[in-house]
């Protein structure tokens, strides 16, 4: 089987004989993982990992003696222990291991050779080298239906199933959603979903590549391809900002499946469905091949690659430095953000660019509080200060090693949001403020008691002993902070966070902000008044102007404020890196006049989007898979990102086109052959990428990445947003995402793009009570701005006094609802 | 939909509260839904997930594995008829056989008036008095054809109806438990060490003082 025993450092040694070898282990740990790192491989099935034992399927019986004579016993059960004899492979050993191969393929159907599995089965490699040779049933099987379709995306085939309980287990305990069970006993023993109620589960696709037959298998591969045709390389999933270690896997050019790989920082071997199947986006029909121009008539039409091109250079060119802008390039390689950025601010000399869409945090923030990583955050002791996104919406794989970390390791998470989310279950406390009132709950979390007239929403019961755990942390704090709300101010959690860092200096922060390279972009400098590596315009723009020749004289705007001058016709060329500002800028009307404004807008991208449909050139851009480069994940972790296929038609990858670009503007990016040149004079310059040049992340040890230098540097305290009184008649609005919406990278993927929710209002039932509305009741939310009609859902989840809405979704569009100038929107609710 | 009734869900309520940890009263509350309903509905398996806390998967593969629940509707009497070895010696597939005839159904069948349900069972451990039948597992010894038909002309007509009642009746008379009478057991995760691990540390601990308190008396014998 492909998973590894889990790494560790043997702290209790103990001296155990593993086929007549004097052995050390560590005491306490696992027969079976002892005896495999010791070499002696003990074959299983149900045994993950991962996972917790539970002695299932019998294939990894040894004979073990603990003074008591030798007996057969599963060694996935067995905690080692001092002085143990162990003998994998003598004759009793083999013969357990044949019988219960026997028993297993007495149900089993010949299905091998039309079998998804065949090739990379643990049954078949087992039955190979364990086995008996031949079968000795000859009565009827079981038969069942083939198979059933027990989600959107698994198919289940009972037939095939060998009861191992790792889906299962899997689904309560690891995802926290158990909708798969084992149902009836005995021989009649089978998977199944309650009638009516699929395993939709956002981390379905893990159970496929875990079981150990060919039982559950995914939509996306089905019938796609054998094991043996499959080349793969490494990479990092850049679905969201976790980074994920998965290995890509193709057949002739094109990408047929992700695998989620073992890496211990991070993942775990577990990937969330979003990522899983995300591939499908590479091979859509709909990726864009050859550069576009807008056309006489008005329509974009496929160009040249040198007239579109030249076109841009010359607008570029025409246009004063000030009056042109980048946002986006979140989702670039590392090599290409440092490209732009040298292009944009070197070679152009604007300091107008941002890689947030104001739905981020400032790069103050993210770059400046202690760094803290997933596996601190989740280390047993740790306490953590909870004031993210819904991470099992957002950053899927986080919300994984959350709950295990607060269910397995007694971590402690107190929680702060504006609603209930995924993470609530877990959470030793969960306290839901209201929208805008963070920086006061924090304040008084820290002094230990609530203002004289209380919180709005807060029980003094549970904020007490929110309080009085997060005191009692000192050094082990650590702070999880994001945008849980993209319709409250940005502001708010950067005071609550700064409040926290004045108060505990010991406290350490982990960004959770979910575009997949964003912290990558913060470090290559796309982020105004930052240069790479952390450095500030201000005081670190000598040194970058002697390597680059020159930089931006003055801070430049974020994207709200480049929309506004857009509006107002002061941006002669906006430039989008991969960006959809009319899709995901929250306030609507804004992202609108603003990019109607710019005179030329130059778009970078692998889809027509909303935003690119607007564009004057648009560049097709070699995305994941199809380009080499490395990551930055949420923590600082710097991956590899590989190549395994060829962009379609003439796509290229983006520093190819700020090199070009460069070039026409009779300037010189410095780079010649590869994105390597970019990456070695990158960290070359920046003192926190001193440990990551590209020789450090070739070397073996640094399989999982390497993280960045994580120190603070200096940080400024925010100023804490004003914000007006909340009329007595009106709610406030949360604005949060969920896994599957109408994002352009789901939108390509046949599996996944049908599994976003249509959108809905939701308000707890004492603010729907009122209305006399219902589930399912249309009703109309209205701010000073526009207002959208939805249909109602009653979530207890939800406190009194706020509604929340999903960001786009198909039906509703909080955006009209929303200005960005304002802290919080408030609105109200009524029945169409 | 079968939900709990009214009542029902009161008594519900006051089941979960007999347990530390409300998962445990999946059980008890699956026995519930069947007395209600006479089997196990898919609406009552939901409700009592909520009720406890799980996914209704959970309940439905807890009550899975118990084959007197029942997950779809069956007669006011379940006949079970035992063909396993004894019973077999002594005529058990006869009376099944005559059964199916009597009732015109098959094993796993309803009689359509709603009345039976006919069950072949495995053994039913009353061997001795083979062959045994069993209708709402009330256990009607060595019995003849027509000493079955005889069985279930009395039951269609009610005369049985104080000894065998309708299939779910957990007892004739409901144990009516006083919030007094409530055993009241701790939550695992808030136990303390049990009594008698306590008394025999107590005692050591009594014993080990002594020692140390007379420690010049040791001296003096030796
Ligand atoms: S479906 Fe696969 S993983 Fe699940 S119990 Fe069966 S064999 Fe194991
Ligand atoms: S959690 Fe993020 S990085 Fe991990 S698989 Fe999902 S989308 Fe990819
Ligand atoms: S691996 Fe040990 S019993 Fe299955
Ligand atoms: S064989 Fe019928 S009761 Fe035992």
Redesign the pocket.
């Known amino acids: 089987m492909s998973e590894k025993p889990r790494k560790i450092e043997i702290t209790d040694p103990v001296t155990i004989t593993v086929d007549g070898r004097e052995v050390t282990a560590q005491n306490g740990e696992l027969l079976?993982d002892a005896c495999e790192r010791n070499d002696a491989y003990i074959p299983?099935?149900?045994?993950h990992p991962r996972m917790n034992?539970?002695?299932?399927?019998?294939?990894?019986l040894v004979e073990v003696d603990t003074g008591r004579g030798p007996a057969l016993q599963?060694?996935?059960?067995i905690p080692v222990a001092a002085e143990m004899v162990v003998d994998t492979k003598n004759e009793q050993v083999s013969k357990a291991q044949d019988g219960i191969l026997e028993f297993l393929l007495a149900n089993h159907p010949l299905d091998c050779p039309v079998c998804d599995k065949g090739g990379e089965c643990p049954l078949q490699d087992q039955t190979m080298a364990y086995g008996p040779g031949e079968s000795r049933w000859v009565e009827e099987k079981r038969h069942y239906e083939k198979p059933i379709a027990i989600s959107e995306t698994v198919y289940l085939d009972r037939e095939r199933c060998i009861l191992?309980d790792r889906c299962t287990r899997f689904a309560k305990d690891v995802a926290g959603d158990p909708l798969i069970h084992f149902i009836d006993r005995g021989s009649n023993t089978e998977i199944a979903t309650f009638p009516d109620e699929p395993f939709s589960s956002y981390f379905s696709g893990n159970t496929v590549q875990i079981c150990p037959v060919g039982a559950l298998t995914a939509k996306p591969y089905r019938f796609r391809a054998r094991p043996w045709d499959l080349e793969e390389v490494e990479s990092t999933c850049t679905g969201c900002s976790v980074g994920c270690r998965i290995t890509v896997q193709s057949s002739r050019n094109q990408v047929l499946r992700f695998q989620g790989v073992d890496s211990d920082p991070v993942n775990w071997s577990w990937l969330c469905d979003k990522g899983r199947f995300g591939f499908e986006a590479i091979n859509s029909e709909e990726r864009l091949a050859e550069p576009l121009m807008l056309s006489s008539d008005g329509t974009l039409s496929p160009g040249r690659w040198a007239e579109a091109l030249n076109a841009a250079a010359d607008a570029i060119r025409a246009a004063d430095p000030t009056s042109v802008a980048v946002i986006g390039g979140a989702q670039l390689t590392n090599e290409s953000q440092y490209a732009w950025a040298k292009f944009a601010k070197g070679i152009i000399g604007t300091d107008h660019v941002d890689a947030q869409l104001g739905d981020g945090l400032a790069a103050e923030v993210v770059l400046g509080l202690p760094g803290a990583t997933i596996d601190q955050v989740c280390a047993p002791g740790s306490t953590v200060l909870y004031m993210g996104p819904d991470p099992k919406e957002e950053l899927s794989v986080l919300y994984i090693r959350l709950k295990h970390a607060a269910q397995e390791d007694g971590v402690q998470i107190i929680e702060l949001s504006p609603a209930a989310s995924g993470l609530s279950p877990y959470a030793s406390s969960s306290l839901h403020y209201r929208p805008a009132d963070l920086p006061k709950l924090v304040e008084a979390l820290l002094a230990g008691e609530l203002p004289d007239q209380g919180l709005p929403g807060i029980d003094a019961a549970e904020f007490t002993k929110a309080s009085q755990a997060l005191l009692a942390a000192e050094q082990n704090l650590h702070v999880v902070i994001g945008r849980a709300n993209l319709a409250e101010s940005a502001d708010c959690v950067a005071v609550a966070a700064s409040a926290v860092h004045q108060a505990i200096p010991g406290a350490t922060f982990l960004s959770a902000l979910r575009r997949a390279n964003l912290r990558g972009a913060l470090e290559a400098g796309l982020t105004p008044g930052m240069l790479p590596g952390r450095s500030s315009l201000a005081e670190h723009g000598q040194a970058w102007k002697e390597l680059w020749g020159s930089v931006p004289s003055t801070a430049g705007m974020d994207t709200t404020q480049i929309l506004q001058a857009a509006a107002a016709s002061k941006i002669d060329v906006l430039i989008l890196l991969g960006a959809d500002p009319l899709a995901d800028f929250a306030d609507r009307s804004l992202a609108r006049r603003g990019v109607a404004g710019a005179r030329t807008v130059i778009s970078l991208d692998r889809f027509l989007t909303a935003s690119t449909r607007q564009a004057d050139i648009v560049f097709p851009i070699a995305g994941f898979s199809e380009c080499e480069g490395t990551h930055t994940n949420l923590e600082g972790r710097v991956t590899r990102l590989n190549q395994k296929v060829t962009p379609p038609g003439t796509a290229r990858t983006d520093w190819m086109i700020a090199a070009e670009l460069a070039a026409l503007l009779g300037k010189d990016l410095g780079v010649e052959r590869d994105a390597h040149e970019l990456w070695d004079e990158f960290t070359a310059h920046s003192a926190v990428h001193a440990g990551v040049s590209s020789a450090a992340l070739d070397h073996p040890d640094a399989a999982d990445g390497l993280l960045l230098d994580l120190g603070p540097r200096p940080f400024v305290t925010p100023v804490a947003p004003h914000v007006a009184p909340q009329s007595s008649y009106s709610l406030r609005l949360i604005v949060n995402r969920t896994l599957y919406d109408q994002g352009t990278e789901i939108h390509h993927c046949d599996s996944s793009s049908g599994l976003a929710p249509a959108a809905s209002v939701r308000l707890s039932p004492a603010d729907a009570a009122p209305l006399g509305a219902e589930d399912g009741t249309q009703v109309t939310v209205s701010s000073p701005h526009g207002s959208i009609t939805a249909a109602l859902i009653v979530d207890s989840g939800v406190p009194k006094g706020s509604a929340v809405l999903r960001h786009n979704l198909e039906g509703a569009d909080p955006g009209l609802l929303i200005d960005s100038a304002d802290v919080v929107c408030e609105i109200r609710v009524e029945v169409s | 939909m079968s939900r709990f009734s009214t009542a029902n869900l009161r008594l519900a309520q006051e089941i979960i509260r007999r347990y530390p940890v409300a998962k445990s009263a999946t059980i008890p509350l699956c026995h519930l839904a069947q007395e209600q309903d006479g089997y196990l509905a898919d609406d009552s398996m939901a409700q009592i997930a909520e009720l406890v806390g799980c996914s209704s998967a959970e309940v439905l593969g807890t009550a899975s594995f118990y084959e007197m629940f029942k997950m779809h509707s069956v007669g006011k009497f379940c006949l079970g008829v035992c063909t396993n070895i004894s019973c077999q010696l002594l005529g058990g597939e006869e009376l099944l056989e005559h059964a199916e005839q009597t009732l015109g159904i098959r094993p796993g069948g309803t009689t359509t008036d709603g009345l039976f349900t006919l069950e072949d069972v495995e053994c039913i451990a009353a061997c001795t008095e083979a062959p045994a039948v069993q209708v709402n597992y009330r256990y009607f010894h060595r019995l003849t054809p027509q000493d079955l038909d005889q069985l279930i002309e009395e039951l269609r007509s009610g005369a049985l109806d104080d000894v065998v009642p309708a299939h779910g009746t957990l007892g004739k008379v409901r144990q009516d438990l006083g919030e007094d009478r409530i055993a009241n057991i701790t939550p695992p995760e808030d136990q303390t060490e049990p009594v008698w691990l306590r008394r025999h540390r107590e005692l050591a601990e009594a014993a080990a003082a002594a020692d140390a308190a007379t420690p010049s008396t040791a001296g003096k014998e030796s």
Do not use: T
């Open positions: 079976i299983r099935f149900c045994y034992p539970v002695g299932m399927c019998r294939m990894c599963p060694s996935c059960m191992c």
